[in-house]
C-alpha cells in the first residue's frame, strides 16, 4: 500500500485507514517545504514522522489542519478530502494537534483552556446562555466535569483555576495535549511533545500517550526529536528530510538506514 | 459512543458538500461588474469634460505630493514603532503655522533681500521660501522627537493600545492647545504665501529647458532600462544602481517637471482652446520640493548609517540592540524626520490652499494615513504611490462624483484595497521597510 | 438575610433596584435638573458603546474605531421611526422593522444555502448577504409598506395614546439597534478577516464614511427629514429614566450572561490566541462577527437612547473626535472589565460634560479639551492597565468551578494500567 512500509503485521493492515496523504507538496514562495509527501495511517496505529531541523515536518501537519493550503496533493480523513476545509472544520471532524511551541491562552485559567476545546460540543446556543436556560445550566455542568476529568487524567485538576500561563513548563505540554483531547479527536497529531523534558518526564509521557490512546481509542501521529521516545512507541517511523520522505519503516531498520543517519550527521559520518 | 456519532454527522455534512469556486466565480464577476460599472460612469463623466478632468489630475498630484510627505511619516513611524500616530496630522498643522509665523511676524521668507538688498529676487525667493521651510521642518522635527521622548518612549513596554491611547491624547492637545486664542485661535487664518503666485503661460517655458528636462527623463529612463535588465539577469552591481536614488531622482523629478511644463507649455499652443487648464507656479514648486524631500529621504534611509540602523529595527528590535545599535536613538531620528516632512508638507499645504485652521491636520492626516496603508505600511515607495493614488482619487471624485463624497469615497478606496490586497500595494518587499 | 446578602445575584439586584429608585425619586423631586437627568441618561449610553466596544477590542482582541458609526446609525434610524411617526407617517417605522426581519430571514437563508459548500471567499459571502439584506429592504419599501403601512398604523393608534407610544419607542429602539446590528454584520464578513490593526484602521474609515453620509443625508442619501449638516430637530424626547434603565441593565446583563458562556470563552480564546483558538475547532471568524454585532446592536441601542433624549440630532455629535470616547473609556476602565467600563463611562460623562463644563469659570470652555487630554497623558503614564485592570464586581465576575472533592490524583498513579481506569 502507498505511504506505507511493506512489512507490517497483517492484523494491521486489515483495518480501516483514517488518513491518507498522497503527493502533498508545499511551497513558501520558491522555499519547498514539502515535496511529494505521501503517508497512510490505519486506525488506532502510533506512527512517528522524523528528521532534522527544518525538514518539513511542522508544515505536513500545518497542512493537514488546514493552516497553509498544499500546492498540490491530497489528504484524505477517512475519504473525506481535507483540503480547502477550514481549520476548525478540520479540527471538529476529529483530528486536534497540539503546538511545536506551546500555544496555550496563557491568561485563561487551565480548566478554560479545556473548555474552550469542548465549546463545538456544548450543545446551547446563544439563547440559552443569554436566558440562562435549563438546558444552558445542565450543559455548563456537564462540560465542566468532563473537563475536570481531563485534567485529573493529566494531573492537573488541583490546579484547575491556576492562570495558564503560570504553569511550569512541563505541565504547559500536558495540557496542551489535554486540551487538544478535549476536542474529541480520533486522530491525535503531536508535535515535539517531549520537547525540554528529561528523561523521567519523558517516560512519564510515554506511559501517558500510551495511555489516552487506549481509552479514547486515539490514532497518533507524532513528531519527535527524542529518539528515546520515538523508537520506543511508535509502531513504524517515517522520515523526512529537506521536504521530502527518505526512509519509512520499523523504528529498529530506521534506526540502522544508512540515509537517516546520513540526513541526521551529515556525509561524513558515514564514511 | 455518541462522540463518533456526533463527528460522523459532521462528516456526513462535509461529504455533501460541493466546492464554492462556481459562487466564488459568480461574485468576483459581480464584483468586477460594479468596478466597471462605477468606471464607466466616472470615465464618461470625465471624456464628456476632458478640460475638468485634466485639471483635476494636476490638483490631483499637487494635493497627492503633499499627502506623499505625510505619509511617509506615518510609515516610517509604524514601520518601526508599531503605533498609528495619530498626532502625525497634528505636528503638520504646526509646521503651517510655524511658517505663517516666520512669515507674518519675522519676515523670513524675504532675509535674503533684506541682507542682500541688489539680489535677484527669484534667487531670494528661492532662498527665502527654503529658509521658511526649513524653519518648519526643524521645528516640527523637535516637537516630534519631543512627542516621542516625553509622551511614547515610556510606554514602549507596555501593550501597544497605551501608546495608541497616548497618541490620541498628543493629538488632541497638540489641536486644542492650538485652538487656544493667544496660540493659533481658533479661526480660519490666510494664509502669506512665501512667495508670489502666478498662473504660468507659455513664455516663461522655454523650449529649451523643456529639451533638457525631456533629456534628463529619458536618459534616466533608458539607464534604468538597461540597469533592470541586467538586474534581472542576476547583476547584483545593476539591482544596487536600481535603486540608486539620485537615478530614482532624474526619473521622477525629470519626469514630472516634464510633463507639468509640457502641459503648461503646451496649453496656450493647442489645447487651451478646449481644455482650458491653469497650473500655477506653485503647483510647480510644491511638487518639486516634495520629490527633492523624497529623495533625500530615501538616501537616508538607504545610504547613511542610521538608515540602515531603521531598516535594522523596524526588521528586528531586540537583535538589532544586541547588533549594537542604539534603538531608542534610531526611533528618536525616525520620529524626527517623520516629523521634518510633516512640517515641510504643512508649509506646501497651507501655500496650496491658502488657509490655516488649528484643526487643518486632521483630515489630510487621515488621508494621509489611508495612503501609506494603501501603498503597504512601512514601505517608503508605497507611501508615495498611495499618496498620489488618493490625491487623484480624491480630487477626481470631488469633481466627478460629489464634492462632499471626496472623503468617504477616499475611505470607501481604503476599505477596499484591503479586502483585495490587506498588506497594501507594496506590502510585501519586506526590504523597504523602515 | 446574611446569607442573601452573600448571594451576589441578590445583592446585584438589590443595588440595581436602589439605584433605580433613588434616580427615579430625585427626579421626580426635581432635584436632578434637565440638565443633570441629560448627563446621567447620556452616560448610560456612551457607557453602553462602551460595554460593546469593550466586547469587541477587550474580550474578542478586535479592536475596533467604528462603534460611534453603529451609534450613529441607531440614532438616526429610530430617531428617523419616531419623527415620521408622530407626522403620522408610518413609513419608517413599518421599512425599518419589517425591512430587518426580511433581511434577516433572506440572510439566514444565504447562509444556510452557502454552507453547503465550502472554499467560499469572504467577499462572495459578503455579496450574497449584502444582496439579500438589500432585497429585504427593498421589499418592504416596495411592496410591505405601502400594503400594511396604512393598517399598522390604523391599529396602533387603535391602542390608548399612552401605550402606543411607548410601543412606537421600543419598537424604534429594537428597529435602530437591529439595523446597526445588521449593517455591522455586513461590514464585519470581510472586514474582521483582516486582522487587528488593519480591521482598526477600516472601522475608522467606516466611521468617517457614515459621518460624511450623514451630513449628506438630504443631499445624497434621500432622508430630507434630517436635513444633513444642519441637524435634524423635532425628534420626540422620549427617553425617560425608566426606559434608560432597562436597556442599560439589558445590556450588562445579555454581556455578562454572553461573556460567561461557552461562546464567551470561544471569544475570549480569539483574543488570546487567534490561531490556536481555530486549531482546537473554535470557528474564530463567526466568533469574531458575533461579538462584533452584539457590540455594535448595543451602540445602536444605546444611539436610540440618546437620540430621544437630546431631541436633536448633528453630524458632530458623531464626528472623528468624540468618537475616540468608548477607545479612551474602556483602555481607562481596564480593557476586559465591564465594572471598570461602567464607572469610567459615566465618570467620563459627568466629568467632561457635567463638571468641567458647569464649573471652569467662564472663557475656559475651550481649555477643557486642553486639559482632558493632559489627564489622558498621565493617566496612560502612571496606569496604563486602567483603573480596575481586569477586576470585576462578584455579579460580573467570571465564576471559578469549585475543585473537585475527589481526590486529584497524580499522574503517575493513574497511568499505569490501562485496564485499571474504566472509562
Ligand atoms: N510560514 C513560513 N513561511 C516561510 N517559510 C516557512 C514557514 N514555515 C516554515 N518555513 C520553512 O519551511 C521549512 C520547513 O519548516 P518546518 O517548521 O516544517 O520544519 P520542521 O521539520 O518542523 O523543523 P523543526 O524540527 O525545527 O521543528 C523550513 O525551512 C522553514 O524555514
Ligand atoms: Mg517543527
Known amino acids: 500500500m502507498k505511504g506505507r512500509p511493506e512489512n507490517l503485521s497483517p492484523e494491521v493492515e486489515a483495518r480501516p485507514v483514517i488518513l491518507e496523504i498522497d503527493g502533498l507538496t508545499h511551497y513558501f514562495d520558491s522555499l519547498r517545504a514539502v515535496h511529494d509527501f505521501s503517508v497512510t495511517i490505519k486506525e488506532g496505529e502510533l506512527v512517528g514522522l522524523i528528521g532534522p531541523n527544518g525538514a518539513g515536518k511542522t508544515t505536513v501537519f500545518n497542512l493537514i489542519t488546514g493552516v497553509y493550503r498544499p500546492t498540490a496533493g491530497s489528504i484524505r480523513y477517512e475519504g473525506v478530502q481535507l483540503i480547502g476545509l477550514p481549520s476548525h472544520e478540520i479540527i471538529q471532524m476529529g483530528i486536534a494537534r497540539t503546538f511545536q511551541n506551546i500555544r496555550l491562552f496563557a491568561n485563561l485559567t487551565v480548566l478554560d483552556n479545556v473548555l474552550i476545546a469542548y465549546h463545538p460540543h456544548s450543545g446551547y446556543g446563544l439563547a440559552d446562555s443569554i436566558f440562562r436556560s435549563r438546558r444552558f445550566r445542565e450543559r455548563e455542568k456537564a462540560m465542566i466535569e468532563r473537563s475536570q476529568e481531563f485534567l485529573e487524567i493529566f494531573g492537573l485538576a488541583d490546579r484547575q483555576n491556576d492562570i495558564a500561563g503560570s504553569l511550569p513548563y512541563g505541565l504547559q505540554r500536558r495540557l496542551e495535549i489535554a486540551r487538544a483531547l478535549a476536542t474529541q479527536p480520533r486522530l491525535l497529531l503531536l508535535d515535539e511533545p517531549a520537547a525540554g523534558m528529561n528523561p523521567q518526564e519523558i517516560d512519564q509521557l510515554m506511559e501517558l500517550i500510551h495511555f489516552i490512546r487506549d481509552r479514547f481509542q486515539l490514532t497518533i501521529f507524532l513528531v519527535e526529536h527524542r529518539m528515546r521516545l520515538v523508537m520506543n512507541i511508535c509502531e513504524w517511523i517515517t522520515v523526512m528530510d529537506f521536504g521530502e520522505i527518505i526512509a519509512r519503516g520499523k523504528p529498529e531498520e530506521v534506526r540502522g538506514n544508512p540515509q537517516v543517519i546520513e540526513a541526521y550527521l551529515g556525509r561524513q559520518a558515514i564514511r | ?434 | 438575610m446574611r446569607q442573601l446578602l452573600r448571594n451576589t445575584n441578590f445583592t446585584f439586584i438589590l443595588g440595581a433596584v436602589l439605584v433605580f429608585i433613588v434616580v427615579q425619586a430625585l427626579i421626580s423631586l426635581g432635584v436632578l435638573n434637565a440638565y443633570w437627568q441629560g448627563i446621567i441618561f447620556w452616560g448610560a449610553a456612551i457607557t453602553m458603546v462602551s460595554l460593546g466596544l469593550n466586547l469587541i477590542y477587550g474580550f474578542n482582541g478586535q479592536f475596533s474605531l467604528g462603534q460611534f458609526g453603529f451609534y450613529a446609525i441607531g440614532a438616526y434610524a429610530s430617531a428617523d421611526i419616531t419623527y415620521r411617526w408622530v407626522r403620522n407617517d408610518p413609513s419608517a417605522l413599518v421599512v425599518v422593522i419589517f425591512g430587518s426581519i426580511l433581511a434577516l430571514a433572506l440572510m439566514f437563508g444565504v447562509s444556510a444555502f452557502l454552507r453547503r459548500f465550502y472554499g467560499v471567499a469572504t467577499l462572495t459571502k459578503f455579496l450574497f448577504n449584502f444582496l439579500a439584506a438589500v432585497l429585504g429592504f427593498f421589499l418592504a419599501v416596495r411592496f410591505v409598506n405601502p400594503a400594511i403601512g396604512k393598517v399598522i398604523y390604523a391599529a396602533l393608534n387603535a391602542l390608548p395614546s399612552g401605550i402606543s407610544q411607548q410601543l412606537i419607542f421600543f419598537l424604534a429602539l429594537v428597529g435602530g439597534a437591529t439595523l446597526a446590528g445588521i449593517v455591522s454584520y455586513l461590514f464585519g464578513i470581510p472586514v474582521l478577516e483582516l486582522g487587528s490593526d488593519y480591521f482598526g484602521i477600516a472601522t475608522l474609515g467606516f466611521t468617517i464614511i457614515v459621518k460624511v453620509l450623514l451630513d449628506n443625508t438630504d443631499t445624497i442619501l434621500p432622508f430630507p427629514e434630517m436635513k444633513g449638516a444642519r441637524g435634524m430637530v423635532g425628534i420626540p424626547k422620549w427617553t425617560t429614566w425608566p426606559w434608560v434603565f432597562i436597556c442599560f441593565m439589558a445590556v450588562v446583563l445579555v454581556m455578562r450572561n454572553l461573556i460567561h458562556s461557552s461562546t464567551g470563552r470561544a471569544i475570549l480564546s480569539v483574543r488570546e490566541d487567534e490561531r490556536a483558538a481555530e486549531l482546537v475547532g473554535i470557528d474564530t471568524a463567526s466568533q469574531k462577527i458575533l461579538a462584533f454585532v452584539v457590540g455594535s446592536v448595543f451602540a445602536g441601542l444605546a444611539g436610540g437612547i440618546r437620540a430621544h433624549d437630546l431631541a436633536f440630532l448633528h453630524p458632530t455629535t458623531f464626528g472623528f473626535l468624540p468618537s475616540f470616547n468608548p477607545l479612551i473609556i474602556i483602555v481607562f476602565g481596564g480593557l476586559g472589565s465591564m465594572t471598570g467600563t461602567i464607572i469610567t463611562g459615566f465618570f467620563w460623562i459627568f466629568l467632561l460634560e457635567g463638571l468641567l463644563r458647569l464649573y471652569l469659570p467662564e472663557g475656559f470652555e475651550t481649555w477643557r479639551f486642553v486639559v482632558y487630554p493632559l489627564v489622558l497623558l498621565l493617566m496612560m503614564l502612571l496606569r496604563p492597565q486602567g483603573l480596575m485592570g481586569r477586576y470585576e464586581i462578584a455579579f460580573l465576575r467570571r465564576p471559578l468551578p469549585p475543585l473537585r472533592v475527589k481526590e486529584a490524583s497524580p499522574v503517575q498513579e493513574v497511568i499505569p494500567q490501562a485496564g485499571e481506569v474504566t472509562a
Not at chain 2, 499645504?349 to 488649528?358: C, F, G, K, L, V
Request: proline share 4%; aromatic share 12%; charged share 10%.
Open chain 2, 1 to 434: 459512543m455518541s462522540v463518533t456519532v456526533e463527528a460522523r454527522r459532521i462528516e456526513q455534512r462535509m461529504l455533501q458538500r460541493r466546492n464554492g469556486v462556481v459562487l466564488n466565480r459568480i461574485s468576483q464577476v459581480v464584483f468586477a461588474l460594479a468596478g466597471i460599472l462605477v468606471l464607466y460612469v466616472v470615465g464618461r463623466a470625465a471624456a464628456a469634460n476632458l478640460g475638468v478632468f485634466f485639471q483635476q489630475v494636476l490638483n490631483g498630484f499637487q494635493l497627492g505630493f503633499i499627502y506623499a510627505l505625510i505619509a511617509l511619516g506615518y510609515t516610517m513611524v509604524y514601520g518601526i514603532v508599531k503605533l498609528i500616530n495619530f498626532a502625525h496630522g497634528d505636528v503638520f498643522m504646526v509646521g503651517a503655522f510655524v511658517s505663517f509665523f516666520t512669515i507674518s511676524l519675522l519676515n523670513l521668507h524675504q532675509w535674503p533681500l533684506a541682507v542682500w538688498p541688489g539680489m535677484n529676487p527669484t534667487a531670494a525667493m528661492v532662498i527665502g521660501t527654503v529658509t521658511v521651510i526649513l524653519a518648519s521642518m526643524l521645528t516640527c522635527a523637535l516637537l516630534a522627537v519631543t512627542m516621542e521622548r516625553f509622551a511614547y518612549r515610556p510606554l514602549r513596554a507596555m501593550p501597544r493600545i497605551a501608546a495608541l491611547i497616548t497618541a490620541i491624547g498628543v493629538s488632541f492637545f497638540l489641536e486644542y492647545f492650538g485652538g487656544l486664542p493667544f496660540v493659533f485661535t481658533n479661526n480660519y487664518i490666510t494664509y502669506p504665501r512665501p512667495f508670489e503666485v502666478f498662473v504660468l503661460n507659455a513664455d516663461m517655458v522655454p523650449p529649451l529647458w523643456l529639451g533638457i528636462l525631456w533629456g534628463m527623463c529619458g536618459i534616466a529612463a533608458i539607464v534604468y532600462g538597461i540597469l533592470k535588465v541586467l538586474g534581472n539577469r542576476g547583476n547584483a552591481r545593476a539591482q544596487a544602481w536600481q535603486r540608486n536614488p539620485f537615478l530614482q531622482f532624474g526619473m521622477l523629478f525629470g519626469g514630472f517637471l516634464g510633463v507639468a511644463l509640457t502641459i503648461i507649455w503646451l496649453t496656450p499652443r493647442l489645447v487651451r482652446t478646449h481644455f482650458d487648464l491653469t497650473a500655477s507656479n506653485a503647483m510647480l514648486i510644491i511638487m518639486g520640493i516634495s520629490v527633492i524631500l523624497l529623495v533625500i529621504l530615501q538616501y537616508i534611509v538607504r545610504y547613511t548609517r542610521i538608515g540602515k540602523a531603521m531598516r535594522a529595527s523596524a526588521y528586528d528590535k531586540p537583535t538589532s540592540r544586541l547588533m549594537g545599535i542604539n534603538v531608542d536613538m534610531v526611533i528618536a531620528a525616525t520620529f524626527a524626520l517623520a516629523g521634518s516632512l510633516a512640517g515641510a508638507g504643512g508649509v506646501l499645504y497651507a501655500t496650496a490652499y491658502n488657509r490655516i485652521h488649528h484643526l487643518m491636520g486632521i483630515i489630510p492626516g487621515l488621508k494621509s494615513f489611508v495612503a501609506a496603508v494603501i501603498g503597504g505600511i512601512g514601505s517608503i515607495p508605497g507611501a508615495f504611490v498611495g499618496a498620489l493614488t488618493i490625491g487623484l482619487v480624491e480630487v477626481l471624485s470631488a469633481g466627478f462624483i460629489s464634492s462632499p463624497m471626496r472623503d468617504a469615497v477616499a475611505f470607501s478606496l481604503l476599505i477596499i484595497v484591503l479586502l483585495i490586497r490587506p498588506q497594501g500595494i507594496f506590502g510585501e518587499a519586506p526590504g523597504e521597510k523602515v
